[in-house]
């Protein structure tokens, strides 16, 4: 028996012509043509495929103004049938447990690197903020988070777990009561992707709060602070400004510059 | 929900199994002996919220996908309004689903958060705000699988029933067209 390629249904459809694709997917399960081999186990999913299997069918090239009812226009339906079921192309079926895990985790891997470069580094993106960081992932902002709160802790002599879970808590309730900040100024910015971003301009602070930790010296700390606490402040500052108002823009950012200047100081000042 | 694992079936994906349960017996099993092993907060912390972070890409990503067939992500559309997809399989290979391995990949779900909110209620009564802070991220994590894949579920649920009534609906309408013609 022949599996059908499009295993994976999209779901939450409220158009008729999208349930008649289903059911046409359905019944011409065995004219696919593209089959990659497949193992006998019942669940036959694309573990390792594209990521983003596009959840909603492509639409139907030209399909009748009329819902068409089943027995109607054959030959439409064949064609669609044909097409979509070539549109997808789906990776080779998990034969270990390795094989899909890693590429998942390359996958998120480069999604992390990939934000890191579009919020931290200077690059053409920048001017579209929105655009650049649809792709968010809390991943990113989790390691910098318990990187630099691990970082502090080191440095500290004494309390050595309270530096951390005061850091830790202080950044990640930072992060959200900012974004509520920011969406209760007006701005236009998703919740997630807010905590994201400043998850990842914490990024710069990271490689601040280390270059401390190995070198004792208060004239460098301040110094390096310094720089990176500017680079930080750089990395934030198009993202909240083309969310809010621009009447708003001070209010939105000055709570953000100073989140990121209290770390700062939390770094000086720790021996 | 019945107590026992359905009989007559051996687990589908025994290793997938394993790993779904492995992330979360960790992180709890850590929590619960971390005083034997470490006198220091932060790594209890930090190993303990890093068991759970895995246990939550493990099983959204891998054990959903092959334990029951069940996707949930959230994309952010040109309009950038954010959006929540939830995808499954076709029906046909839902019913060829291992009862065993869904049984499995629920309770333990639905367990594991039961038990973070009780050591979320130790951890109060004894004013440990340090630990609370653990239990709070994990427990954020477990209720965020828990939600996304119930919605899923229900939404699988609801798309077949409104697919198996299209389909009873068409072809009903149309045997009464074929009817209608002869005569």
Redesign the interface.
Known sequence: MSY?E????????SSQSD?DE??N??NYTVQSTVLPARPP?????P?SSSP??P?NLPPPPQKPASVP???QQPSNRTANGQQQSNLTGFGSP?NT?TE??WD?VKR?LSRIVSNLKLVVFPNPFREDP?KAL?D?DL?GP?FFI?FL??TL?WSASVK???V??VA??LLATGAVILTLNVLLLGG?I????SLSLLGYCLFPLDIGALICMLKDNVILKIVVVCVTLAWSSWAAYPFISMAVNPRRKALALYPVLLMYVSVGFLIIAID | MDLNPPPGENYANPRICFFHVLFKAGALAFYILSALFSDSFVIIFVVTVLLAALDFWVVKNVSGRILVGLRWWNEIDDNGESVWKFECLDQESLARMNKKDSWLFWWTLYLTAVVWIFFGIFSLIRFQADYLLVVGVCLTLSIANIVGFTKCRKDAKKQIQQFASQTIASRFSSTLQSAFSVV
């Open positions: 059908t499009r295993d994976t249904v999209p779901l939450n459809q349930i289903i059911e997917l359905i186990s019942p669940p036959s999913i573990v983003f299997i959840s009812s089943v027995p998990p447990l899909p895990v998942t998120d929105g649809r968010w991943w989790f318990v709160g691990l802790s050595n777990s309270e951390f879970a830790f808590a236009h998703i919740f997630f992707q």
